[in-house]
């Protein structure tokens, strides 16, 4: 394989990973939108203040952030933005420490380590050759 060839398909490879992680995003943001008064309530009855203002946030952040990782633009920001938005949403909604039961401790702690490899790989994509030459073009600097 030359490495022309070995370095197309390393692009490839990366457009398609950050669509995939892409998808996730958009599908949440888009189903947090059909059931915004519901997705609201929770936050309201867990005690968030707000909770209409951060339920808007958080499907503006993962359609809007989602969205850019699809069509490569602003890629750093995005995934970085992504990343600092499940931390906390990680934390809220996976709370396996405080499980009642062994079904839901063994549940919720499997979604919370797989929002934490979701957070690994948006700073993977952030710090990618492909986020670089996204960052370059929008700063309109061809990347070397």
């Not at 995003?25 to 008064?37: C, P, Q, S």
């Not at 600092?84 to 062994?102: G, Q």
Request: some cysteine; charged content about 10%; proline content about 3%.
């Amino acid at each position: 394989m030359s490495i022309s060839q070995a370095s197309q398909q390393s692009s490839v490879g990366l457009v398609a990973g950050r669509a995939l992680l892409a998808l996730l995003f958009l599908v949440a943001g888009l189903l947090k939108l059909a059931n915004f008064a519901g997705v609201a309530g929770r936050l309201a009855a867990m005690g968030l203040p707000f909770a209409s203002l951060f339920t808007v946030a958080a499907i503006c952040l993962e359609i809007g952030c989602g969205s850019a990782l699809a069509y490569g633009w602003r890629v750093s920001w995005a995934a970085r933005l992504l990343a600092l938005f499940l931390i906390p949403a990680t934390v809220m909604f996976h709370a396996f420490w405080s499980a009642e039961s062994p079904a839901e401790f063994s549940n919720q702690l499997n979604h919370f380590l797989k929002n934490l490899a979701l957070i690994g790989a948006l700073w993977f994509v952030a710090s990618s050759s492909a986020a670089q030459a996204s960052r370059s073009a929008d700063a309109g600097v061809r990347p070397m």
